[in-house]
């Protein structure tokens, strides 16, 4: 059986990766997100387990001295964290990972997974990255300066990954998205498909 293929998707906060993302895992098949552990507090609408597995400070590190997590990233304050055992286990299961990880992360997981697939999310201006983040309501004037701040030096790094998406228009974006997973299954050589090649070519 074939590994699955691991997608490393960075953005800056308010570019709308997120959404994106969850909107690929209802229209494709054989791929799952991976949810990061986060010392960060719950946010309305969320859930444990779902959007993130929420756990205290001490918990983290304990886990980050049980060298539990694949990456790791302190932003804004809060830990953040992705399994390493549960992104091996579906990869060797035939099932492609997304990893919604900023680029501090993607370079971290590239070094270990040299057949990973980044792709880069950008917003289609500054001013429409801060419209959205003050849209959603959960962060006072200081906090969005401080994420616009991060978001340039964040964006600096789109150079990094294979592949770059601009988020103008939803649907159009989504498309794009979809598009570069089903690429990457079509790339030489074709893992699981020894048999068929060796008999069509006999």
Not at 48 to 75: C, K, P, T, W
Not at 145 to 167: C, G, P
């Amino acid at each position: 059986m074939a590994t699955g293929i691991l997608f490393i998707i960075s953005a800056p906060s308010g570019a709308g990766k997120t959404s994106l993302v969850g909107e690929l895992l209802k229209r494709m098949e054989n791929i799952k997100a991976s949810i990061s552990h986060t010392t960060r507090d719950c946010r309305p609408g969320e859930e444990d387990g779902i959007n993130y597995h929420f756990v205290s400070r001490e918990e983290f590190v304990g886990m980050l001295e049980q060298n539990a997590f694949l990456e790791h990233a302190d932003v804004f304050g809060n830990f953040y964290g992705t399994s390493q055992h549960w992104v091996e286990e579906t990869l060797a299961a035939g099932e492609d990972v997304i990893l919604e990880i900023d680029w501090q992360g993607a370079a971290q997981v590239r070094q270990l997974f040299a057949d990973s697939t980044s792709i880069f999310i950008l917003p289609p201006s500054k001013q429409a990255l801060r419209e959205r983040l003050n849209n959603r309501g959960q962060d006072d004037s200081a906090v969005i300066e401080k994420r616009i701040a991060a978001a340039t030096e964040e964006m600096s790094h789109y150079i990094e990954a294979d592949f770059m998406v601009l988020n103008d228009d939803f649907e159009v974006a989504l498309e794009q998205l979809m598009a570069i997973v089903s690429a990457q299954h079509c790339r030489l050589p074709v893992a699981g498909q020894e048999n068929l090649l060796s008999d069509l070519l006999s």
